[in-house]
């Protein structure tokens, strides 16, 4: 596996289908970022008064089952954020994928929304019930261990014992992150799950993976540093800190912005596992 050809790959396809990653960070823009974006500035007030009256309930000054009363719509509008989240960044690795895997089918900058798109679906909402499950299941144990050593070592001993404990599961989590990062681009090409699958392929060119994330990370560092560089500048700082003072030809502005911003970010982290597995293909053909 060439690592050069994954990264590479990846910026040549930014390069040869520009206009294909603006409508890509446009749709991501207007369908997935923007409706989140109200979603979360309507619950997070409605999250601070149903943790406001749950305290109250708590110490007995509040009507009881009034904190629950309240997280309900909020919890709907989380799960209704996290759809969204997902249905589009479906869309988009679809879209992505096909124009690595299939560069001759173009239709309307490759976005659709068909049985591999719902394959998708599935697989990212899979994948987040799977991290949710694993990230409990390290914090548990570990703010047991955390808090026993506090306790009867000092907390001194228990700082050490938590970062130790960071860095072991963020190690074991990135790890795994690594091992599962084709699932995507099999799941389009094979058109159903492909996580054991993805498990298997990346267990001898590990260190290729690896090689790839750290470069790409290190364009998404600068590429992002960019962004906040260029939006201040075009968007005069005061403006772009405060979203509510933006005026209609600042908004087209950062519209603009936030899609060429999302384009390039979702390309450079979708198009190398698809890149991926069309050399691993090439050398193992089903």
Not at 38 to 50: G, H, M, S, T, Y
């Amino acid at each position: 596996m060439r690592v050069g050809g994954a990264v590479g790959g990846a910026l040549r396809l930014i390069a040869r289908r520009p206009f294909s990653v603006l409508a890509w960070g446009l749709f991501t823009t207007l369908v997935g970022f923007a409706p989140i974006a109200v979603i979360l500035n309507r619950i997070l007030p409605a999250d601070e008064a149903a943790a406001q009256v749950s305290a109250q309930v708590a110490t007995g000054s509040g009507p009881a089952g009034a904190g629950a009363s309240l997280f309900a719509p909020t919890l709907a509008a989380y799960a209704l954020a996290g759809l969204l989240a997902i249905v589009t960044l479906a869309v988009v690795d679809a879209a992505i994928y096909r124009a690595v895997l299939e560069p001759d089918n173009r239709g309307a900058f490759s976005l659709k929304l068909r049985r591999r798109e719902l394959s998708l679906v599935v697989l990212h909402g899979v994948q987040a019930l799977l991290w949710s499950v694993l990230i409990v299941a390290a914090a548990i144990p570990a703010a047991w261990i955390i808090g026993v050593t506090a306790n009867t070592v000092g907390r001194s001993w228990a700082v050490l014992v938590t970062l130790v404990a960071a860095l072991i599961v963020g190690f074991v989590f990135g790890v795994m992150a690594l091992r599962l990062s084709l699932a995507g681009p099999l799941t389009f090409d094979r058109n159903r799950i492909s996580l054991a699958t993805s498990w298997r392929a990346t267990g001898d060119q590990f260190g290729a993976i690896l090689a790839v994330a750290i470069i790409v990370c290190l364009i998404l560092w600068l590429w992002t540093y960019l962004g906040l560089v260029v939006a201040h500048i075009v968007l005069d700082g005061a403006a772009f800190d405060l979203i509510a003072s933006l005026r209609d030809g600042q908004w087209i502005v950062l519209t603009g912005l936030l899609s060429l911003y999302f384009g390039v970010c979702r390309v450079l982290i979708a198009a190398p596992a698809a890149l991926i597995c069309r050399q691993l293909a090439s050398v193992n053909p089903r």
